[in-house]
T-cell receptor, first 113, second 113 residues
């Protein structure tokens, strides 16, 4: 069974631009969560989607948004990029909303210049 | 407010010996705990988990112990192998928070031959 895939793997953007990252969960998994990893803050939860509905949201500004499609694929969007948004963005999938084991993709490395 | 803490940023162990990684938490609503292993530039890999109704869970060389009264969990790796060298994260979730994982800051394990 294929794992979680994320595209693109690497991205360079300039301040003020916006970016969209994509995540395809493991086949059959219906819950997708997004995390941001930075050296200073570690791994921080962004949001979780299940059945196309956002179920949980972390403590991030409204510039960070996401959505989930009917095939469980998910996208996250960051608008008006800031230098501090440079990070590894990780997507994880699990079988169900209450499924605690989450399986991570390789991440998208975003660099904002 | 660091709800999940890994107080040792690094740990060095000789091959064949036991590695013990520790994690403390403050939120009494957490009822599920997980350990992940991470290599640079890759997503975290799920290792083992434990529910708050148990105090021990084993999977091969990996054993997780949970002490609810002390709000402490530990991961034991026996015997340690050089391929175990990586950053280990503990994570916790609360049942009413679905798939929102709160991560510790990580412990870098180095297993020397």
């Amino acid at each position: 069974k294929a794992g979680v895939t994320q595209t693109p793997r690497y991205l360079i953007k300039t301040r003020g631009q916006q970016v969209t990252l994509s995540c395809s969960p493991i086949s059959g998994h219906r819950s997708v969560s997004w995390y941001q990893q930075t050296p200073g803050q570690g791994l921080q939860f962004l949001f979780e989607y299940f059945s196309e509905t956002q179920r949980n949201k972390g403590n991030f500004p409204g510039r960070f948004s996401g959505r989930q499609f009917s095939n469980s694929r998910s996208e996250m969007n960051v608008s008006t990029l800031e230098l501090g948004d440079s990070a590894l963005y990780l997507c994880a999938s699990s079988l169900a909303f209450e499924g605690h084991e989450q399986y991570f993709g390789p991440g998208t490395r975003l660099t904002v210049t | 407010d660091q709800q999940v803490k890994q107080n040792s940023p690094s740990l060095s162990v000789q091959e064949g010996r036991i590695s013990i990684l520790n994690c403390d938490y403050t939120n009494s609503m957490f009822d599920y705990f997980l350990w992940y292993k991470k290599y640079p530039a890759e997503g975290p890999t799920f290792l083992i988990s434990i529910s708050s109704i148990k105090d021990k869970n084993e999977d091969g060389r990996f054993t997780v112990f949970l002490n609810k009264s002390a709000k402490h969990l530990s991961l034991h790796i026996v015997p340690s192998q050089p391929g175990d060298s990586a950053v280990y994260f503990c994570a916790a979730s609360a049942n009413n928070q679905g798939g929102k994982l709160i991560f510790g800051q990580g412990t870098e394990l180095s297993v020397k031959p």
